[in-house]
């Protein structure tokens, strides 16, 4: 069958939507994925979708991007709006994990918030503690996370593991722990909505 829609994503939800469309057997779509630790630069985020968009248009009735604005500050939208390709709403793509209305209570009710998915619990050293320099230097933490007062682990599968993860991670980070479960329901009807009814 062809593929109709190109999805480009972002690395941290590649899983997530992989298995999603695996299980509802949305076969016109094909999935891209971008490196995870272009969160880490947002500013090259917009040149990378960019770049995937010029290398597979030709081969695709639709392309939709998987990310939010993420840190680029406008500029994956004003990139976005030259091929009239959209993305997904909001400004963060953990919305995309939570939907619209429950990620707002949550940054309604502590702005302040770090969130982790299963992702980043599970590769949180190698994205946030490497990554950001933390490991050689410790001295940068509160230009990093001083302003944060709490971690929020947005879980998708139910693993003691990850959540013990988190809790380390909240330690680490010395923020507050909270544990919210999500499941894959929001990012399945987030995929339907934005995504899977561009089938023809």
């Known amino acids: 069958m ?19 469309n695996r299980q509802n057997g949305w076969e016109h779509i094909r999935v891209q994925c971008l490196p995870a630790d272009l969160h880490n630069r947002p500013e090259k985020i917009p040149a990378a979708v960019k770049a995937e968009i010029e290398k ?17 500050g406008g500029m994956l939208d ?14 963060h793509c953990y919305e995309f994990y939570t939907g619209a209305k429950a990620f707002a209570e949550l940054a309604d009710e502590e702005p302040g918030t770090f969130y982790l998915t299963d992702f980043l619990a599970r590769h949180f050293d190698r994205l946030v503690k ?30 003691p593991e990850l959540v013990a993860d988190a809790k380390a991670h909240a330690e680490f980070l010395g923020l507050e722990y909270i544990h919210k479960h999500t499941g894959l329901d929001p990012v399945t009807e987030n995929m339907r909505e934005q995504v899977v009814l561009w089938r023809n």
């Open 2 to 20: 062809k593929k109709t829609v190109l999805l480009i994503a972002c690395g941290a939800l590649a899983k997530e939507i992989v298995q999603i």
């Open 130 to 159: 490497v990554g950001l320099g933390l490991d050689k230097h410790p001295e940068l933490m509160p230009a990093y996370f001083g302003n944060y007062r709490r971690l929020v682990y947005l879980s998708q599968s139910p693993s």
């Open 56 to 72: 597979y248009r030709s081969e695709f009735e639709s392309i939709f991007v998987a990310y939010a604005d993420c840190g680029s």
């Open 78 to 91: 004003k990139m976005l709006a030259e091929y009239g390709v959209e993305r997904l709403p909001g400004a």
